[in-house]
């Protein structure tokens, strides 16, 4: 796995080199001491793998993560703080290690990337799993049930380790991060716009241009109740979409 290190204290940095010398798939491409250092060397080796502190001069972890938007590889945090935890799972982290990172702690959180990347690659090698519009699926949220048909959810939204379903007037909730959910959504019909959404196709009314060469969608509601949300679709996947929608 290409494995960036994003931290500025230089010693933290050889520690965690250190200890990963004892992980032979963890192939360190880079390091970097700062956000706007990481951005580079991200376009320039597209990792697998971030380890990223939080707390850094200029840009902080998540700051990074927002820059980067759709190209952002697996990453586990790396911190001295533990306030950070909550919302290190909203932008999606596999892991979330505190320091001084004790080895067994280390094995557990490269573990958990291992199995993403295999569910990853299982999902590429058989596209017959992906799930389709005419797919049902089992949502159970707190008391509520639903057995609703994929093509019915127009919208699926990012809440950390939860994922939200919008279809007709509902929104409930399941437990799966929405890159897991990728994975196994169609990708002729459901498409990723931005970190925290992936939008049905068939439920677009109205494309319009948007900040930095981004597009706004505008979807249909579920019914006349349900206010139309605007998604923002980021200015690289807006190269995707023109790409995926044209003739």
Same mark, same amino acid.
């Given at each position: 796995?290409k &494995?960036?290190?994003?931290?500025?204290e230089?010693?933290a940095?050889?520690?965690?080199?250190?200890?990963?010398?004892?992980?032979?798939?963890?192939?360190?491409?880079? @390091?970097?001491?700062?956000?706007?250092?990481?951005?580079?060397?991200?376009?320039?080796?597209?990792?697998d793998?971030?380890?990223?502190?939080?707390?850094?001069?200029?840009?902080?972890?998540?700051?990074?993560?927002?820059?980067?938007?759709?190209?952002?590889?697996?990453?586990?945090?790396?911190t001295?703080?533990?306030?950070?935890?909550?919302k290190?799972?909203?932008?999606?982290a596999?892991?979330?290690?505190?320091?001084?990172i004790?080895?067994?702690?280390?094995?557990?959180?490269?573990?958990?990337?291992?199995? @993403?990347m295999k569910?990853?690659?299982?999902?590429?090698q058989?596209?017959?799993?992906?799930l389709?519009?005419?797919?049902?699926?089992?949502?159970?949220?707190?008391?509520?049930?639903?057995?609703?048909?994929l093509?019915?959810?127009?919208?699926?939204?990012?809440?950390?380790?939860?994922?939200?379903?919008?279809?007709?007037?509902?929104?409930?909730?399941?437990?799966?991060?929405?890159?897991?959910?990728?994975?196994?959504l169609?990708?002729k019909?459901?498409f990723?716009?931005?970190?925290?959404?992936?939008?049905?196709?068939?439920?677009?009314?109205?494309?319009?241009?948007?900040?930095?060469?981004?597009?706004l969608? &505008?979807?249909?509601?579920g019914?006349?109740?349900?206010?139309?949300?605007?998604?923002?679709?980021?200015?690289?996947q807006?190269?995707?979409?023109?790409?995926?929608?044209?003739?």
């Amino acid at each position: 796995m290409k &494995t960036i290190i994003v931290d500025d204290e230089r010693l933290a940095r050889n520690e965690l080199k250190r200890l990963l010398e004892d992980f032979p798939k963890i192939n360190i491409v880079a @390091e970097a001491a700062n956000a706007d250092e990481a951005i580079e060397l991200i376009n320039e080796h597209n990792p697998d793998l971030l380890f990223l502190d939080i707390q850094m001069p200029g840009k902080n972890g998540f700051e990074l993560l927002e820059a980067i938007e759709d190209r952002v590889p697996e990453v586990i945090f790396t911190t001295a703080y533990d306030e950070y935890a909550l919302k290190a799972f909203e932008y999606n982290a596999l892991d979330y290690i505190m320091k001084p990172i004790d080895t067994a702690r280390l094995a557990e959180a490269i573990q958990k990337v291992e199995s @993403e990347m295999k569910r990853a690659e299982t999902a590429v090698q058989h596209p017959e799993s992906y799930l389709g519009e005419n797919d049902q699926v089992f949502v159970k949220d707190g008391e509520k049930c639903w057995f609703v048909k994929l093509g019915k959810v127009r919208l699926f939204e990012s809440m950390g380790n939860y994922v939200r379903l919008h279809f007709e007037d509902q929104k409930p909730m399941i437990l799966k991060s929405l890159n897991s959910l990728e994975e196994r959504l169609d990708p002729k019909i459901f498409f990723r716009a931005n970190r925290k959404h992936i939008i049905n196709l068939n439920w677009i009314d109205k494309i319009e241009p948007w900040f930095s060469g981004g597009l706004l969608v &505008t979807l249909k509601g579920g019914d006349k109740a349900t206010p139309l949300e605007k998604i923002e679709i980021s200015r690289r996947q807006s190269i995707k979409f023109k790409d995926l929608m044209s003739l």
